[in-house]
């Protein structure tokens, strides 16, 4: 197990469309988190899994968004009625536990809507 | 609530030279931790180097050193003797109690042969 894996790296949908990514974190990292991230922009934060109860959310998650972290192991970050403003490309990270703050990046999932 | 701030969108150094990134933050936490990712294209982000606050030395790791002044809230990157491989986007960014990180805006720096 090398690093943070996402699946899949590109997705284009229609508009209205639901989509759905997974996250596969490096073995034990038991902190998950998603980012959003717009061209040009820096990440933005959606929301974050302690093992696997989902702790926090941003607001930037509307209820067209869910995400799930079954067993504290993979999450899925699901987009129900895709919509154009939600191309863009969604990161996972993970971190080992409490004392590291050094978090693990995958290579993301660009979502293009159409 | 935090918020980080990256004031150069683009920079371009030549190579074996000395660039510095700036960064300016904002968090009324009082244990945090500050970072630079760099973000090469089509590539994951990774770990250039981190700071703690509580930390009055400067972090460095390698070519790569931090200027860390917590009174002002500035936390810029120094890049020393540039290679082409440092080409890449860089993010500056701050996390605290859950370890979500708060981004800035990106740094896109072009290392020229």
């Known amino acids: 197990d090398t690093g943070v894996s996402q699946d899949p790296r590109h997705k284009i949908t229609k508009r209205g469309q639901n989509v759905t990514f997974r996250c596969d974190p490096i073995s034990e990292h038991n902190r998950l988190y998603w980012y959003r991230q717009t061209l040009g922009q820096g990440p933005e934060f959606l929301t974050y899994f302690q093992n696997e109860a989902q702790l926090e959310k941003s607001r930037l998650l509307s209820d067209r968004f869910s995400a799930e972290r079954p067993k504290g192991s993979f999450s899925t970050l699901e987009i129900q009625r895709t919509e154009q403003g939600d191309s863009a490309m969604y990161l996972c990270a993970t971190l080992p536990g409490e004392a590291n703050t050094e978090a693990f990046f995958g290579q993301g999932t660009r979502l293009t809507v159409v | 609530a935090q918020t980080v701030t990256q004031s150069q969108p683009e920079m371009s150094v030549q190579e074996a030279e000395t660039v510095t990134l700036s960064c300016t933050y904002d968090?009324?936490?009082?244990?945090?931790?500050l970072f630079w990712y760099k973000q090469p294209p089509s590539r994951q982000m990774i770990l250039v180097i981190r700071q703690e606050a509580y930390k009055q030395q400067n972090a460095t790791e390698n070519r790569f050193s931090v200027n860390f002044q917590k009174a002002a809230k500035s936390f810029s990157l120094k890049i020393s003797d540039s290679q082409l491989g440092d080409t890449a986007m860089y993010f500056c960014?701050?996390?605290?109690?859950?370890?979500?990180?708060?981004f800035g805006t990106g740094t896109r720096l072009k290392v020229l042969a």
């Open positions: 960014a701050s996390s605290s109690g859950t370890y979500k990180y708060i």
């Open positions: 968090t009324s936490e009082s244990n945090y931790y």
